[in-house]
């Protein structure tokens, strides 16, 4: 079975791949039309991809019979298309929820003590503590969680060693489930803005999630608010955000963004980081640590092999795919 692999991969895990048989092109930098082109000129079965985007286009002159996103969400890849050509979409779900948790608790920290701020002007050789020496603390203040998956309920375990205060809203969240979190449920998103002085977003990007912090969300927040959002840019909506920075000086931390370069390198053009307001932003790189890398990378190879192996798909995201699968290839070759 021959697997392309078009962005990053621990060589520890690529080795382990061609040491249980699978016939490896590792192509890291392939984006766009070169994708495309590889895609079919490979032959490939599998193809896995990170953030690597993958197109209507991609699929339409290919041989694959799977895609796996070696990561957790896959808004980046067209699975309508997918499904119509009967070709699997597989997720590893989970595997980096730990890396994101960090990271949000992280820019919450950093929005209250402005930890960026501070470094920037001792880099400048400015000493300002007048300044800096006013914080609010979050002990005893309340945060609020958009989804309770395993990333909100990895948040509700660091919110509560620092002592605040958790409330929640997610579609899956029963009073049972809350009681048993030890935290008090919202019936919206808004009814979670009205109470909490931070907000953190882990909710999956989905049509029904789609600019779900909008401008209702942002009129019920408190003013002077932290927002950190590193779920996905489409979850927010950017214009009333801006507003809200501007109008209730709400403090933004931010990992993803309405608009993102393709590459993991290039320049950024979203211009949300240049309203004036305290902004914090990262390079979406809340799983992109060495711990969450492997472990996803292990996931993609269990995926591999019980594709392989048993014909089955591990976290199939269409499973609707196989009513228009065609007699697959021989799973050894």
Do not use: H, W
């Given at each position: 079975m021959k697997v392309l692999v078009a962005d990053k991969f621990p060589d520890r895990a690529l080795q382990r791949m061609k040491e249980l048989g699978f016939e490896v092109v590792y192509k890291p930098e392939l984006k766009g039309e070169a994708l495309n082109t590889e895609v079919a000129k490979s032959s490939a079965d599998v193809l896995v991809v990170?953030?690597?985007?993958?197109?209507?286009?991609?699929?339409?002159?290919s041989q694959l019979s799977l895609v796996i996103r070696a990561g957790s969400g896959y808004d980046t890849i067209d699975v309508g298309a997918a499904s119509?050509?009967?070709?699997?979409?597989?997720?590893?779900?989970?595997?980096?929820?730990?890396?994101?948790?960090?990271?949000?608790?992280?820019?919450?920290?950093?929005?209250?003590?402005?930890i960026a701020d501070n470094v920037q002007q001792l880099r400048e050789k400015k000493w300002n503590k007048k300044e800096f020496a006013k914080a609010r603390g979050l002990?005893?203040?309340?945060?609020g969680i958009l989804g309770v998956g395993t990333i909100g309920k990895l948040m509700i375990e660091r919110a509560k060693a620092f002592g605040m205060k958790v409330v929640a809203w997610s579609r899956s969240l029963t009073p049972e489930k809350a009681a048993a979190l030890g935290i008090e449920q919202k019936k919206s998103p808004e009814e979670v803005a009205a109470v909490a002085d931070a907000i953190s977003v882990h909710v999956a990007m989905t049509p029904e999630t789609k600019g779900l912090c909008g401008e209702r969300f942002f009129a019920a927040m408190k003013k002077g608010a932290y927002f950190v959002n590193t779920a996905r840019g489409?979850?927010?909506?950017?214009?009333?955000?801006?507003?809200?920075?501007?109008?209730?000086?709400?403090?933004?931390?931010?990992?993803?963004?309405?608009?993102?370069p393709s590459s993991a390198a290039g320049t950024f053009e979203d211009d949300i980081v240049g309203v004036e307001g305290v902004i914090y932003g990262t390079h979406h790189i809340g799983a992109s640590t060495d711990q969450a890398q492997m472990a996803i990378a292990e996931e993609t190879i269990r995926i591999l092999r019980q594709y392989r192996d048993q014909e089955q798909v591990p976290n199939v995201v269409n499973q609707e795919a196989a009513a228009k699968r065609v007699p697959a290839r021989d799973a050894a070759s």
């Open positions: 990170r953030s690597t985007k993958v197109t209507e286009q991609t699929l339409e002159s119509r050509r009967g070709i699997y979409v597989s997720n590893c779900p989970g595997k980096n929820s730990v890396a994101v948790a960090e990271l949000a608790m992280g820019l919450l920290l950093a929005l209250d003590r402005r002990k005893g203040r309340t945060l489409g979850v927010v909506d950017e214009e009333a955000l801006k507003k809200a920075i501007r109008e209730k000086g709400i403090r933004a931390g931010l990992d993803v963004f309405a608009q993102e």
